[in-house]
RNA sequence: GUGGCUAUGGUGAAGAGGUUAUCACAGCGGGUUGUGGUCCCGUUAUCAUGGGUUCGAUUCCCAUUAGCCACCCCA
């Protein structure tokens, strides 16, 4: 029943709660669709991407292997909300980097809080550590999650505006013996892959030892400031570190002779670094040791490390494939106990665009090896019946009850890749048979209707002679 | 946020300042309503959006938007 002429009724399918008397939408009932004007039909949002069917099986296939990866090392799965407190960012993160300077989407609710959508996944974690009182369960604690982070950057190939994330996070131990452990985990988890990945480590040391090598960087640079471009200049000030980074080749000379990181390590630190290298010699991970690896994020300390693809390819070379590290203050920077923990990413849109363009997919779609065919309505409804017992007796089937025309049905079927059709009738109907027709031999059987599935089931080797 | 390149049907391409914008693949329909993978036929585009130059633009110019690339940064 349209309700369109009630007088005093007005045909809101969805009250807003908190809707503001919008005095134009009152004049011209008409105006509720937005007119983009001139525009084509609307397309995805910027930096955002849809995730086709084709491409589904990828992402299964990742999802899967991250499930039984994750609970082959202990891991329990956490889900956090997308949507955090924005200071939990800005301190968790780092006030000063990109991510939160500029690559958050936050804004403020009608209720006035602060909000912004997770950019990555350790600080959502390390909050639920805390609020739940986790420090009270057996230590360390192992959690993994995965979803979708988003940052505001701009789209580039394996950049989005919203991406996957698979995490791994351990909270509550101090021992080296875990770092290399997630680095472990990481190195199976590519490998299951196919994908052929080197990880690249480092240590930042404590705080403290990081502040006197961040101070001993500046005043080398410092010294050597007229080389320094404006962008370099702006680095020097803001975060010196990442200049190691930089792919200015005057950069990269001066390098050479600017002071090491491992030079200014504490001895506690050192001590942490070696460990987790002997660890990874021990189980064959190979590695390379990169001095200059500074992770985006504020919060790490002592081991850090990056994955990278192997290959010519050298634009997905480029970006990392996933990275992590320790960061021992996060905890208590976020209002727990001091806690040391640790734990990586990895960004499984790349990962995916990896495998893609390494093991190209062959199967599409859904595959089925009984195709149910029907013709006139009799035979529709029995087979609409008989895909039920199929499915039942947990066979996969497939079907086109909404064609009439059986030449069709034939060309889906084959389509499909349907190794045996059942073809049900006017004339089966009647005298209780079904056709099993076998697709690549090109014969068919008339059996008894009642039986077809059983008849099949015997063709695909589920029913030995016995029964 | 900065710079460069690009933008033609669902996909991949071709195209010229001017009457019906080509080709392939996919899709849908059909080849006399009970049988497939071949074949044949039909059908599928206001040439990204907005504006300008011109007698005339999809083709030239500008802007916008998007994609890609480099930077920045990162997963």
Redo the contacts with the bound molecule.
């Keep these: 029943m349209s309700s369109k002429k009630a007088p005093n009724k007005k045909p809101s399918a969805r009250p807003a709660q908190n809707q503001k008397p919008a005095p134009a939408a009152a004049a011209t009932a008409e105006a509720l669709p937005p007119p983009r ?4 039909p609307i ?1 995805v949002v ?2 955002m991407r849809d995730l086709l069917p084709a491409d589904q099986h990828y992402w299964r296939r990742v999802n899967q292997l991250s499930d039984e990866v994750a609970s082959s090392y202990g891991f329990e799965r956490i889900d956090t909300p997308l949507v955090e407190e924005t200071a939990l960012f800005v301190r968790g993160v780092g006030r000063s ?3 939160v300077e ?2 958050l989407y936050s804004w403020e609710t009608p209720g006035g809080e602060n909000v912004a959508l997770r950019p ?1 996944g350790t600080a959502s974690a390390v909050r639920a550590y805390v609020q739940h009182g986790m420090l009270n369960l057996p230590q360390p604690v192992k959690l993994w999650y995965t979803g979708p982070m988003f ?1 505001y ?9 919203q ?1 996957f ?1 698979l995490g791994f996070e351990v909270l509550g131990d101090a021992d080296p013996v875990i770092d290399a452990q997630l680095i472990i985990i990481g190195w199976n988890y590519l490998k299951a892959l196919g994908i052929d990945a080197t990880v690249r480590v480092n240590s930042l040391g404590t705080p403290e030892s990081r502040a006197n090598y961040k101070n001993a960087l500046v005043a080398y640079f410092r010294s050597k400031k007229t080389k320094l471009s404006e ?1 370099d200049k702006r ?1 020097l000030l803001k ?1 010196p570190l ?1 200049l190691l ?4 080749p005057a950069i990269q000379e001066m390098k050479a002779e600017a002071p090491q990181i491992v030079d200014w390590l504490d001895e506690d630190s050192k001590a942490h670094f070696m460990r987790v290298l002997e660890y990874l010699d021990e189980v064959g991970v190979p590695y390379q040791l990169d001095p200059y690896l500074v ?3 504020d919060y790490y300390t002592k081991t850090v490390f ?2 990278y693809a192997n290959g010519e390819d ?2 997905l070379a ?6 992590g590290g320790r960061y021992d203050g996060l905890v208590e920077q976020l209002g727990g106990r001091p806690t040391p923990a640790a734990g990586f ?3 499984l ?2 990962v995916v665009s990896r495998i893609k363009d390494t093991q190209p997919s062959s199967t599409i779609g859904y595959k089925s090896e009984v195709f149910i065919a029907q ?2 309505d009799m035979g529709r409804k029995k087979a609409l019946a008989l895909y039920e017992e199929f499915r039942a007796a947990n066979i996969p089937v497939c079907e086109a009850f909404s ?6 049905q ?2 889906i ?3 499909h890749g349907s190794k045996w ?1 059942v ?1 049900i ?4 109907t009647l005298d209780g048979t079904a ?1 099993i ?1 076998d ?4 014969s ?1 059987e008339i059996v008894d209707g009642k039986k077809v599935v059983h008849e099949i089931k015997k063709k695909l080797g589920r029913i030995t002679n016995g029964e």
């Design positions: 004007k001139g525009m084509g397309q910027r930096g980097t990109d991510i500029k690559e990555e940052r950057d701009r789209p580039q190939a394996g950049r989005f505006r991406f994330q962008d680095r975060n990442r980074d930089s792919k200015d992770r985006g994020l990056e994955w050298q634009e480029q970006s990392a494939l996933g990275g990413s990895f960004g849109d790349r013709l006139g064609k009439s025309n059986i030449k069709q034939m060309e079927a084959n389509r059709v073809v009738g006017q004339k089966e056709i027709r697709m690549e031999a090109g068919q």
